[in-house]
């Protein structure tokens, strides 16, 4: 266990900052679990082999996570002065965003409820 009183155990991890270049989309208009089917097939990939599975990819949220990775990338390259040859996915998840509750009228006066999910995805390179 860590040495000193709570409160300096944790200012000392919120001091410790993250560098790793990273891109965020909030409110993708795309359920988690579709995502995930794309996430799950570049996690640990390196930049250009990613890009290459998302471009061949059938599935929607290819498209939106590509944006996602080229943003990541320009934010390396940008901000850290990396170079994309050198970069691979150390992190991609996405978590639950806000539910928009839409009403579709159905038979004899009655209503069903349908759900818009959206996601929050987040990208985290690193070098190699």
Do not use: W
Not at 57 to 67: E, F, G, T, V, Y
Not at 84 to 91: D, P, Q, R, T
Not at 116 to 122: A, F, K, L, Q, V
Request: hydrophobic letters at 35%.
């Amino acid at each position: 266990m860590a040495k000193g009183h709570r409160t300096q155990i944790k200012r000392a991890r919120n001091n410790e900052k993250d560098t790793r270049p990273k891109a965020k989309l909030t409110y993708a208009r795309i359920p988690i679990q579709k995502a995930c089917f794309v996430l799950d097939a570049i996690r640990g990939k390196d930049v250009t082999t990613a890009e290459a599975i998302l471009t061949y990819s059938p599935r929607n949220a290819s498209r939106i996570i590509l944006k996602l990775l080229q943003s990541a990338c320009a934010n390396a390259e940008n901000n850290n002065g990396m170079n994309k040859a050198n970069l691979y996915i150390a992190e991609c998840y996405a978590g639950q965003g806000p539910v928009m509750k839409r009403i579709r009228p159905r038979a004899q006066g009655r209503a069903y409820r349908i759900l818009h999910r959206t996601s929050t995805i987040t990208l985290v390179l690193d070098e190699k």
